[in-house]
């Protein structure tokens, strides 16, 4: 009887090992274009056929493995060893966190999961480069230098004439953001001028640099200026002067009459608005002419504009 109850206490004091699902490698850097190896290892209490199962969470959480199988974006260019997956040529599209799920109904806890993390580097590419051809002096100028595809983000250097920009300089007269790559010129001079250019580097890949563009840096021509100003003013001047002379000479005159085309008049084909408003007057005044038949109308005079 005793050596009963000993047994039974020593049985159920004897730990139960669930389900357990780890990855020695969680987070994954690897270069664009190269095979990416996600790790999953599990062990289980009393399952001998667990299942397996790779997703990939993103905005929604799709399938990458299951029912035995790659499906998806992932067939033909994914393997499978144990519980371990391995991406070929992997791109930007890859990146991302996957969970490895592992499921075993026979013990007594049934599910077990772990995350990876894969990162796909990328090198620089040429960044794109804005600098002024021209610019006068004293004025705020900006050259500009940017590679959106590096990752990790690129860092810049700009160069004058091949010669490397420092970033921090005493009393320098510019400043430089190595990591928005921008070159800013408080107030540029004539010795600003040069030919300058930029290069992006993230350590993944060489650096690469953008072709490089004269910069002219020229003084406020004064005399030019003085000119310009004259030749506006005697222009205002002249076009004040046309308009007085022509109020004056009555071009901008408004008696204007109009004509009207009477059919059954075949002699006196228009007739002004004017006369009109004249014959209007007259009859308002208490006045009437004689009426004349349309046979003893005489063509007297007629207006025309």
């Given amino acids: 009887m005793f050596a009963s109850v000993a047994l039974l206490i020593l049985i159920q004091s004897v730990p139960v090992v669930p389900v357990t699902v780890t990855s020695h490698s969680p987070n994954v850097e690897v270069h664009e274009f190269s095979d990416a190896v996600l790790s999953c290892e599990f062990k289980t209490e009393k399952e001998m056929n667990p299942r397996i199962e790779w997703k990939k969470k993103d905005k929604d959480v799709s399938f990458v493995y299951y029912e035995g199988r790659f499906v998806g974006p992932f067939q033909k260019r994914a393997e499978m060893e144990g519980a371990t997956v391995k991406l070929l040529r992997v791109t930007q599209e890859d990146a991302g966190e996957y969970r490895c799920e592992v499921s075993a109904p026979a013990d007594a806890v049934t599910l077990g999961e ?56 005493p009393n320098a007269s510019y400043t430089v953001n190595e990591f928005t790559g921008v070159l800013s010129f408080q107030t540029v001079s004539r010795a600003d001028t ?84 004249r014959t209007e007057h007259t009859q308002t005044s208490g006045y009437s002419h004689p009426s004349k038949e349309p046979q003893d109308f005489k063509h007297t005079q007629s207006f025309m504009l």
């Fill in 114 to 169: 772990t995350n990876v993390t894969l990162r796909v580097l990328v090198p620089p590419q040429t960044p794109a480069c804005e600098v002024p051809s021209s610019a006068l002096t004293g004025s705020l100028v900006e050259l500009r230098c940017r590679d959106h595809h590096s990752i990790p983000p690129a860092v810049y250097t700009w160069y004058k004439d091949n010669r490397a920009i420092p970033i921090r300089q």
């Fill in 194 to 277: 040069g030919q300058y250019h930029c290069e992006a580097k993230n350590g993944v890949g060489p650096a690469k640099s953008c072709q490089g563009t004269l910069m002219q840096i020229d003084d406020v021509n004064i005399a030019a200026v003085v000119s310009g100003v004259l030749l506006l003013c005697v222009t205002l001047l002249l076009c004040v002067f046309g308009v007085c002379y022509a109020r004056r000479h009555g071009y901008f005159s408004r008696h204007r009459g109009r004509s009207f085309w009477i059919p059954h008049c075949h002699g006196a084909p228009h007739i002004s608005s004017q006369n009109l408003n």
